[in-house]
């Protein structure tokens, strides 16, 4: 199970990468929960859509660096990356956006279920962030 899990987690960051959303969103369960970076917990794949799709129209990333670990069982696993970006358009009560390029270490913590991610949580240093496009 626990290589399962490494597999799962590279496919979704490999759609990332891709820019395949349609295999990104298919990954996930349709209850899923999400957890954005300092701030609420989203449930469901159409509310995770909506947030790609706003993410996607602000920013222009690439993860590298990509390090994916699970537990024994492949009910959890993580990942450690670095997210190498542009910021395209601005995004709401945040600095405007020039199309700034960023590089960020973030991670994300998964929780799987029926072979797909039913849990995502995304971590990185806000301020870092801001700092770097010139807040």
């Not at 957890?35 to 129209?57: C, L, P, S, V, Y």
């Not at 920013?59 to 492949?74: H, P, S």
Request: proline share 3%; net charge negative; hydrophobic share 45%.
């Amino acid at each position: 199970m626990r290589e399962q899990t490494i597999a799962l987690i590279k496919r979704y960051y490999a759609a990332f990468n891709a820019g395949d959303m349609a295999t990104f969103l298919a990954l996930l369960t349709e209850d899923v929960a999400h957890d954005i970076n300092q701030g609420q917990r989203e449930i469901g794949k159409a509310a995770f859509t909506k947030f790609m799709q706003h993410m996607n129209r602000c920013y222009r990333e690439e993860l590298v660096d990509l390090v994916v670990m699970a537990c024994d069982d492949g009910r959890r696993g993580a990942a450690e990356f670095v997210v190498c970006g542009s910021y395209l358009v601005t995004d709401e009560g945040l600095p405007p956006a020039t199309g700034q390029a960023y590089r960020l270490p973030a991670g994300a913590f998964f929780e799987l279920r029926d072979g797909k991610v039913a849990r995502i949580s995304n971590y990185y240093n806000l301020p870092d962030w801001i700092a770097q496009v010139g807040a």
